[in-house]
């Protein structure tokens, strides 16, 4: 069974920092692009991060610069280190799989993504 499974959120300050862990299993990890996704109440799900396979990475206009994405072959694990965070950045994060994810498009389009993990709770006071 394919497992994906995300760790690190919690609460933090404004200005306070994050990195999230996404431990992956059971598929081939390199084969597959990966991103990160958020969800506040109310909100649509919106992606945040992500990055291919030969390691091109994308962001969401709001994050970039405060957010870096990476992956470790080794450890079938991709992490996204949150800077900076802001109260807006708070919502339920969420790390996705997905064998198509080669572009910008498809780097931000949930439908592109196969697998996903049940996220984690990051929160920001103000």
């Known amino acids: 069974e394919v497992q994906v499974v995300e760790s690190g959120g919690g609460l933090v300050p404004r200005g306070g920092s994050l990195r999230l862990s996404c431990a992956t299993s059971?598929?081939?990890?390199?084969?597959?692009?990966l991103g990160w996704f958020r969800q506040a109440p109310e909100r649509p799900r919106e992606g945040v991060a992500a990055?291919?396979?030969?390691?091109?990475?994308y962001y969401t206009d709001s994050v970039k610069g405060r957010f870096t994405i990476s992956r470790d072959y080794a450890k079938d694990t991709v992490y996204l280190q949150m800077n900076s965070l802001k109260p807006e950045d708070a919502a339920v994060y969420y790390c996705?799989?997905?064998?198509?994810?080669?572009?910008?498009?498809?780097?931000?389009?949930?439908?592109?993504?196969?697998?996903w993990g049940q996220g984690t709770q990051v929160t920001v006071s103000s």
């Open positions: 996705a799989a997905g064998q198509r994810v080669s572009g910008r498009n498809s780097a931000q389009n949930p439908a592109e993504y196969n697998y």
């Open positions: 059971r598929f081939t990890f390199g084969a597959y692009g």
């Open positions: 990055i291919t396979t030969n390691g091109t990475t």
